[in-house]
């Protein structure tokens, strides 16, 4: 029992010794960590201001560029409005010209197609 009461005594004395080093080799390298971390924190700063301006800049100009697309697309769309209007306005009155002469020209046959259009719209809004 004394052979393995040394052994297990010298064990327990090289362990204490092992963590006594690995201490020690953690005192040492805890400031060239500390200095490391710091620096990566400054890196990482750094980038992440560089990735910031090259957004503002990039974004910047992406949107100078949608901005003017949308008011050219908005601007298009006025211009088709107006053309519409016009275009509605145009077929209004040839529509209401060709009333006028169709009732001088032949009244009884434009009221009878008037009361057929009429007659077709009220069975059509009846189903």
């Known amino acids: 029992m004394s052979n393995l009461s040394n052994t297990a005594s010298d064990s327990i004395k090289d362990a204490r010794d092992a963590i006594r080093e690995s201490a020690a080799a953690a005192s040492a390298a805890s400031p ?29 100009k ?22 519409a209007i016009d275009a509605v306005r145009d077929v209004g009155d040839n529509l209401l010209g060709a009333i006028d002469d169709s009732l001088e020209q032949r009244p009884y046959t434009t009221l009878a197609l008037a009361f057929g259009i009429g007659f077709l719209f009220g069975a059509m809004g009846r189903r």
């Open 62 to 83: 992406v949107w100078q560029r949608t901005r003017a697309s949308v008011d050219e697309a908005v601007a298009d769309a006025q211009g088709a409005k107006a053309e």
């Open 32 to 60: 060239d960590i500390a200095a490391d971390l710091k620096a990566l924190r400054e890196d990482v700063g750094r980038l992440a201001a560089q990735i910031g301006e090259i957004f503002a800049a990039k974004g910047g």
